[in-house]
């Protein structure tokens, strides 16, 4: 029976809950869901553009408005483990996460949908690197159509509030009884801000909730005590799995009940199929989430011309939409899939195979035309969506496909416009003054060094080219060449995702004047192991003929000895020969200055906010240095351009031990004006004054022994970590008497652990 909308309408705004109009983004919206959902914990870990859906979670914490518990963990693969240990203890829970993160964690996800654990997670969708690109398509989106989690799309800001919200009650029904995964596109749903309904009242949102079910097994009842995740073998996996796949296809019909429930209270419906103008199209675009709306428009303008066009959008794609598919296109002569993403070698994306085989099953002789768009974050315009079409119109007139795979936008290379050099190679002699010496003390057993004045080594070329894109005042490049500066003929530099990897390698240009690598935020230690290993392999065979005295330097910052510290462990266990250096600006500035485990604590980040109900990072920091030494390498150095010949010195001895006996770790501190909310031209009194503070002491543990390299207190100049802390707006509530305790605390623990260190300097044995 046809619904008469007018009075369905007239009846629901009489009886619907009260909703506030705003102007919110796609991850704001996120956030406003969670929150008025009220969840037990999230476990996160920032990657853009899905960081802001934790920024927002945490700023509204601050100001009082839900109880969620935030754990802020060392890689998207422990946010993954800590969401799964909570939903096995019985909690509800969130996470959000994007692209190569997603992946990070992917591991995870099969484990908390096969022992079938409710949970709750945004796929801000965003391009798999490499190269890297931090803008949206969905390569990311496609690796999640195998673990077993239904997945529900959301095109609009809007949508991302709804779905987020019907979301839990599908995870949680005891018909399906899976972790669900909200996907949404990167920046153009994420951040841009559209015109959104939100329940003012948050007990409207957790009535449609509902009470959590009790009834599964959890890890915290001790009368009912359970083995969660056992080994498993295969007569009984198969059944597992078997009632796993049930339970997701019973996602199907259990969503559209409850998007049907959700229409009773909000107006706006969620059918299995977005359908524009199907009722009679002759030819059609299939795409997912935001492109889908443009592609909208071009609809009306084809009608206006005659053309029975019309537009698919699945509102959710695991289970995917089989009989709803066949059902849309079966009057349909030619239909258009455009993805944002390619399953390399499949003759068509993963959406484009699924809607060929929902054809094939119903003996369906439309023609499917497939074009891989979008990528990196393409915008998709009219004009794209119209292109589409006319290669359906195209098919049509033709009676064939005459190209049934294609990429759509891509440009050919012009091989004159390559970028030229801008400067000649450097190498060799070009980096070797012959000004700095470096001797084993066969009393000692440790090293002399002799450098000279600072002015004799300027005219020593810098390692990195003038033109890169780092904020004014940045510190990581005056702190990485004063450092470079002490480093004697050619390297090979590694740099982890962060600050200093973003804004040096923008292609089609670099400003690496010497050899340069890349790879991910967590795995450079690995990396660059594996290439030091290659050289001394190859030298040895005679296979490359190159100097003896390459020096192999990782560099990492903006946390990433956080989600990295495994493989530099590691590294530093097999004792490569090779530097790891860490930049440390006390966050995770690269992706917008969130907490990472070096930022001290009452610190201000985006993700330690200051309130009425928080006042900064909630923890003390971790000292990467005692932790690296402590794996026996031969030498590890704490360092700053406020005291150039200490890390002068450091740098010629990290060089040495690096080419001689293995590996070195060395930590800089390097100030981010923009994050810590301080004068661009401040950032070298503000690291000097950390230092005199002794929050961040200059030492160096050569061979185990430690030796501090300047002690503020034997020189009259030490001061109150006040004076650091009044030095920076990211923490300027610290002076203020309501954080006093907190301030306090930072202060006993700095002294702490100063003078730990100095009983070490006095003590060769500890």
């Given at each position: 029976?046809?619904?008469?909308?007018?009075?369905?309408?007239?009846?629901?705004?009489?009886?619907?809950?009260v909703?506030?109009?705003v102007?919110?983004?796609?991850?704001?919206?996120?956030a406003?869901?969670?929150?008025?959902?009220?969840?037990?914990?999230?476990?996160?870990?920032?990657?853009?553009?899905s960081?802001?859906?934790?920024?927002?979670?945490?700023?509204?914490?601050?100001?009082?408005?839900?109880?969620?518990?935030?754990i802020?963990?060392?890689?998207?693969?422990?946010?993954?483990?800590?969401?799964?240990?909570?939903?096995?203890?019985?909690?509800?829970?969130?996470?959000?996460?994007?692209?190569?993160?997603?992946?990070?964690?992917?591991?995870?996800?099969?484990?908390?949908?096969?022992?079938?654990y409710?949970?709750?997670?945004?796929?801000?969708?965003?391009?798999i690197?490499?190269?890297?690109?931090?803008?949206?398509?969905?390569?990311?989106?496609?690796?999640?159509?195998?673990?077993?989690?239904?997945?529900?799309?959301?095109?609009?800001?809007?949508?991302?509030?709804?779905?987020?919200?019907?979301a839990?009650?599908?995870a949680?029904?005891?018909?399906?009884?899976?972790?669900?995964?909200?996907?949404?596109?990167?920046?153009?749903?994420?951040?841009?801000?559209?015109?959104?309904?939100?329940?003012?009242?948050?007990?409207?949102?957790?009535n449609?909730?509902?009470?959590?079910?009790?009834?599964?097994?959890?890890?915290?009842?001790p009368?009912n005590?359970?083995?969660?995740?056992?080994?498993?073998?295969?007569?009984?996996?198969?059944?597992?799995?078997?009632?796993?796949?049930?339970?997701?296809?019973?996602?199907?019909?259990?969503?559209?009940?409850?998007?049907?429930?959700?229409?009773?209270?909000?107006?706006?419906?969620?059918?299995?199929?977005?359908?524009?103008?199907?009722?009679d199209?002759?030819?059609?675009?299939?795409?997912?989430?935001s492109?889908?709306?443009?592609?909208?428009?071009?609809?009306?303008?084809?009608?206006?011309?005659?053309?029975?066009a019309?537009?698919?959008?699945?509102?959710?794609?695991?289970?995917?939409?089989l009989?709803?598919?066949?059902?849309?296109?079966?009057?349909?002569?030619?239909?258009?899939?455009?993805e944002?993403?390619?399953?390399?070698?499949?003759?068509?994306?993963?959406?484009?195979?699924?809607?060929?085989?929902a054809?094939?099953?119903?003996n369906s002789?439309?023609?499917?035309?497939?074009?891989?768009f979008?990528?990196?974050?393409?915008?998709?315009?009219?004009?794209?969506?119209?292109?589409?079409?006319?290669?359906?119109?195209?098919?049509?007139?033709?009676?064939?496909?005459?190209?049934?795979?294609?990429?759509?936008?891509?440009?050919?290379?012009?091989?004159?416009?390559?970028?030229?050099r801008?400067?000649?190679?450097?190498?060799?002699?070009?980096?070797?003054?012959?000004?700095?010496?470096?001797?084993?003390?066969?009393?000692?057993?440790?090293?002399?060094?002799?450098i000279?004045?600072?002015?004799?080594?300027?005219?020593?070329?810098?390692?990195?080219?003038?033109?890169?894109?780092?904020?004014?005042?940045?510190?990581?490049?005056?702190?990485l060449?004063?450092f470079?500066?002490?480093?004697?003929?050619?390297i090979?530099?590694?740099?982890?995702t962060?600050?200093?990897?973003?804004?040096?390698?923008?292609?089609?240009y670099?400003?690496?004047?010497?050899?340069?690598?890349h790879?991910?935020?967590?795995?450079g230690?690995?990396?660059?192991?594996?290439?030091?290993?290659?050289?001394?392999?190859?030298?040895?065979?005679?296979e490359i003929?190159?100097p003896?005295?390459?020096?192999f330097?990782?560099?990492?910052?903006?946390?990433?000895?956080?989600?990295g510290?495994?493989?530099?462990?590691?590294?530093?266990?097999?004792?490569h020969?090779?530097?790891?250096?860490?930049?440390d600006?006390?966050?995770?500035?690269?992706?917008?200055?969130?907490?990472?485990?070096?930022?001290?604590l009452?610190?201000?980040?985006?993700?330690?906010?200051?309130?009425k109900?928080?006042?900064?990072?909630?923890?003390?920091?971790?000292?990467?240095?005692q932790?690296m030494?402590?794996?026996?390498?031969?030498?590890?150095?704490?360092?700053?351009?406020?005291?150039?010949?200490?890390?002068l010195?450091?740098?010629?001895?990290?060089?040495?031990?690096?080419?001689?006996?293995?590996?070195?770790?060395?930590?800089?501190?390097?100030?981010?004006?923009?994050n810590?909310?301080?004068?661009?031209?401040?950032?070298?009194?503000?690291?000097?004054?950390a230092?005199?503070?002794?929050?961040?002491?200059l030492?160096?543990?050569?061979?185990?022994?430690?030796n501090?390299?300047?002690?503020?207190?034997?020189?009259?100049?030490?001061?109150?970590?006040?004076?650091?802390?009044?030095?920076?707006?990211?923490?300027?509530?610290?002076?203020?008497?309501?954080?006093?305790?907190?301030?306090?605390?930072?202060?006993?623990?700095?002294?702490?652990?100063?003078?730990?260190?100095?009983?070490?300097?006095?003590?060769?044995?500890?």
């Amino acid at each position: 029976m046809a619904i008469d909308y007018e009075k369905e309408k007239a009846r629901l705004e009489q009886n619907k809950p009260v909703q506030k109009l705003v102007f919110e983004s796609g991850n704001e919206m996120a956030a406003m869901a969670a929150a008025q959902i009220n969840y037990h914990i999230m476990g996160y870990f920032p990657i853009t553009p899905s960081t802001e859906v934790a920024q927002f979670l945490d700023g509204m914490k601050a100001k009082g408005q839900h109880d969620i518990v935030l754990i802020p963990t060392d890689g998207e693969h422990g946010s993954a483990g800590s969401c799964y240990g909570a939903a096995a203890a019985g909690a509800r829970v969130f996470n959000a996460t994007s692209a190569n993160g997603f992946l990070y964690m992917l591991e995870q996800l099969p484990v908390q949908s096969g022992t079938r654990y409710p949970m709750v997670m945004n796929l801000v969708t965003r391009a798999i690197s490499g190269p890297l690109d931090i803008r949206g398509d969905h390569s990311d989106l496609y690796y999640g159509l195998n673990i077993g989690w239904p997945i529900l799309l959301a095109r609009t800001p809007q949508a991302v509030y709804d779905m987020n919200i019907m979301a839990l009650r599908l995870a949680e029904h005891k018909d399906v009884r899976l972790p669900v995964l909200v996907a949404y596109d990167g920046f153009f749903t994420s951040h841009q801000k559209r015109r959104v309904q939100y329940f003012e009242d948050r007990n409207v949102v957790q009535n449609f909730v509902g009470p959590q079910p009790r009834e599964y097994n959890f890890a915290l009842d001790p009368a009912n005590p359970v083995t969660i995740g056992p080994y498993m073998n295969d007569p009984d996996l198969i059944n597992n799995n078997y009632q796993q796949s049930e339970a997701m296809y019973r996602a199907y019909e259990v969503f559209q009940e409850i998007a049907k429930e959700y229409y009773e209270i909000s107006g706006r419906e969620y059918p299995i199929l977005d359908l524009y103008q199907m009722e009679d199209a002759e030819v059609a675009v299939f795409l997912l989430n935001s492109a889908s709306e443009t592609a909208k428009d071009v609809v009306d303008n084809l009608r206006a011309k005659g053309i029975k066009a019309g537009v698919i959008s699945p509102n959710m794609i695991r289970p995917f939409p089989l009989k709803e598919i066949q059902a849309a296109l079966k009057n349909v002569k030619a239909v258009v899939v455009g993805e944002r993403a390619d399953s390399y070698g499949g003759h068509g994306a993963n959406m484009t195979l699924e809607v060929k085989a929902a054809l094939q099953s119903a003996n369906s002789n439309v023609m499917v035309i497939s074009r891989i768009f979008g990528v990196g974050g393409k915008d998709f315009y009219a004009d794209d969506a119209e292109h589409f079409f006319q290669l359906g119109l195209d098919a049509i007139e033709k009676g064939f496909v005459e190209k049934p795979f294609d990429y759509y936008g891509h440009t050919p290379g012009q091989p004159e416009l390559a970028p030229k050099r801008v400067l000649e190679p450097l190498h060799g002699d070009a980096f070797k003054t012959g000004l700095i010496k470096v001797t084993p003390n066969e009393t000692t057993g440790k090293l002399d060094v002799k450098i000279p004045p600072l002015r004799s080594l300027t005219g020593k070329p810098k390692r990195i080219a003038p033109g890169h894109g780092a904020c004014p005042g940045c510190g990581i490049f005056p702190g990485l060449e004063m450092f470079f500066k002490g480093i004697e003929g050619d390297i090979v530099a590694l740099f982890q995702t962060g600050c200093a990897m973003v804004v040096t390698t923008g292609y089609p240009y670099s400003s690496h004047k010497q050899t340069y690598i890349h790879n991910l935020f967590q795995n450079g230690g690995a990396t660059l192991s594996g290439v030091v290993e290659a050289f001394y392999e190859l030298k040895r065979r005679g296979e490359i003929d190159v100097p003896e005295d390459f020096t192999f330097v990782m560099v990492t910052g903006d946390g990433g000895m956080d989600i990295g510290m495994g493989p530099a462990i590691g590294a530093a266990l097999r004792n490569h020969k090779m530097i790891i250096l860490e930049y440390d600006n006390e966050g995770y500035m690269n992706t917008g200055s969130q907490l990472s485990y070096s930022t001290p604590l009452g610190h201000m980040t985006t993700t330690s906010n200051v309130g009425k109900f928080q006042g900064g990072k909630a923890f003390h920091h971790k000292d990467t240095v005692q932790i690296m030494a402590s794996t026996n390498i031969s030498y590890a150095f704490t360092g700053t351009e406020a005291f150039p010949q200490d890390l002068l010195k450091k740098a010629a001895k990290a060089q040495w031990y690096a080419q001689n006996v293995g590996t070195v770790y060395g930590k800089i501190l390097i100030a981010c004006p923009l994050n810590w909310k301080s004068a661009d031209e401040l950032g070298e009194p503000i690291v000097g004054t950390a230092v005199n503070t002794c929050f961040f002491p200059l030492y160096e543990i050569e061979n185990g022994v430690t030796n501090i390299t300047y002690d503020p207190e034997e020189k009259g100049k030490r001061v109150d970590v006040y004076e650091w802390v009044n030095s920076m707006g990211k923490t300027k509530h610290l002076t203020k008497p309501e954080y006093a305790e907190m301030l306090d605390t930072f202060r006993q623990e700095v002294e702490r652990r100063w003078r730990r260190l100095k009983e070490k300097h006095n003590n060769p044995y500890l």
